[in-house]
């Protein structure tokens, strides 16, 4: 079976570099049937092909984790019930985040990991905050996601908003208490929140701003690129203007394009949804990688 002939779903998008960007997929066959599955693929924008690893597990996220001094790259993967897999030159291996007892299996699944700095961190229910060091070792950062690691953010249910400062939490005020699925700090280190029924606020600890998107959609994922800032919803790609108004991004590709996540790196700016990754170099002209 070509690749062209497996029918994905994709669950998340990845920017490696300006020309290598990954997803992880679930073939939709085996999870029609109950099978648990994941699929890491690999698009080499070089290659007419892009490589595809199966696994037997439900992987839900990745992360890149940089080694200084010439160390290479390691690739982190994640499943929601915190099991997780490691990728480098020399091989694979898998573990737990953490011990059984006092960690997902007792506080709910994980629901993000990504970049931030040196670290690698893992967010999830219960307030679950998870640091990756680059001597590969998981610590509880409980006590999320930002601009660097000395100040973060997380958001969740029931409107929560909470801000970490040089390792310290605390909540901050909300002027909601609807499901917040997305954070994002901008380089002015204002941030940007959203999620259910098109909720969007932007400011900061001490005074939030809420934006009127007219969208009810859910907002899944928040992305600054290119001086814009993007929001994702399942079916559409958003751009807000000069007003903080979104406007619906025309990717003059054929047919309806899925949407949802989003993340950029290196120059690009990369859009995956459940059907489709699509990527730009400048927000305009766009390329359908599926």
Partial sequence: MTFEEKHFSYLHGLVQNRTTVRAVAQIDQLTEQGAANATLIKWDFSAAQPAAFNLA????RMAIQRVPRGGGIELVYMGPDGHMGYGTASGDSESPIWPAGDGPDVYGVLRDLRTIG???YAVGMGRQVYRRNLAGTWERKDAGA?????????????GEVWRCDAGRWEQLDSPTNVILNAVHVLPDR??????????LMIGSRSAWEVVETGLDAQI????YFNDGIYLATSNALYRLDANHVPQQVDMRLAGPVTCGQLDAGDSILLATGRKHQCWSDDGNTWHDLT
């Fill in 118 to 120: 040196e670290g690698v």
């Fill in 57 to 60: 597990w439900y992987c839900t």
């Fill in 190 to 199: 204002r941030v940007v929140v959203a999620g259910k029924n098109g909720f």
């Fill in 220 to 223: 899944w994922d928040i992305q």
């Fill in 146 to 158: 930002g601009i660097d690691e000395a100040e973060l953010y997380a958001a969740g249910y029931a």
